[in-house]
């Protein structure tokens, strides 16, 4: 059974620290694809990052980094010197190759609130 | 690029009534998804469509619902009978599927308010 484990409900920090946001998914699949959603107070799921299984080099997208250990099952995200603008729920989500809809099983999300 | 729209943004109705839901995907994308997001909770899969065919239904998604996407282009979601369960945030999202994994980008959502 596919399932995606985001233990931290909630995370506060002030502006500038670096926060990780925990993800651990559960599949039988050797094939499957993690990703990352950012869903701000707009109610808007913005797309953030996709990774295959096969592929777990560490990504770096300006402040945002991704760290994907398969040992661990695991698919954190790191805020490096987070903003207000951070402030959101994100999502950290899985799909498995062999479903024919690419239908994604999420997390039930870590709301970010980043103070001044 | 004009990204996922979804008609009304908040629809709040009284038990019983019928409810439809419009999304209009990104130009081109062939596939179209319907997810249901309840409070502190991420979405969950209803139904998915590529081209005109709804080709899965989650068992989420009860006989009081209904989805369509005629012409293979927007869809409409319709809810009977409305029931304060049904209360919920509804997405819509939308992919270019060429094979393999796609990446499905989302609307801002309908919020619905049964009473």
């Known amino acids: 059974a596919q399932k995606v484990t985001q233990a931290q409900t909630e995370i506060s920090v002030v502006e500038k620290e670096d926060v990780t946001l925990d993800c651990v998914y559960e599949?039988?699949?050797?094939?499957?694809?993690l990703f990352w959603y950012k869903q701000p107070p707009s109610g808007e799921l913005v797309f953030l990052i996709r990774?295959?299984?096969?592929?777990?080099q560490n990504e770096i997208s300006g402040r945002y980094s991704w760290n994907f250990q398969k040992s661990t099952s695991s698919f954190n995200f790191t805020i490096t010197a987070s903003q207000v603008v951070d402030s959101a729920v994100y999502f950290c989500?899985?799909?498995?190759?062999?479903?024919?809809?690419?239908?994604?099983?999420f997390g039930s999300g870590t709301r970010l609130s980043i103070r001044p | 690029d004009t990204g996922v729209s979804q008609d009304p943004r908040h629809k709040i109705t009284k038990r019983g009534q019928n409810v439809t839901f419009r999304c209009d995907p990104i130009?081109?994308?062939?596939?179209l998804y319907w997810y249901r997001q309840t409070l502190g909770q991420g979405p969950e899969f209803l139904t998915y469509?590529?081209?005109?065919?709804?080709?899965?239904k989650s068992r989420l998604l009860s006989d009081r619902f209904s989805a369509e996407r005629p012409k293979g282009s927007f869809s409409t979601l319709e809810i009977q009978r409305t029931e304060q369960g049904d209360s919920a945030m509804y997405l819509c999202?939308?992919?270019?599927?060429?094979?393999?994994?796609?990446?499905?980008?989302f609307g801002p959502g309908t919020r619905l308010t049964v009473l």
């Open positions: 999202a939308s992919s270019l599927y060429r094979g393999g994994i796609d990446t499905q980008y």
């Open positions: 599949t039988r699949d050797t094939t499957y694809y």
């Open positions: 990774r295959n299984s096969f592929d777990e």
């Open positions: 989500a899985l799909s498995e190759a062999d479903s024919s809809a690419s239908k994604i099983i």
């Open positions: 130009s081109e994308h062939n596939r």
């Open positions: 469509f590529q081209n005109e065919a709804q080709l899965e």
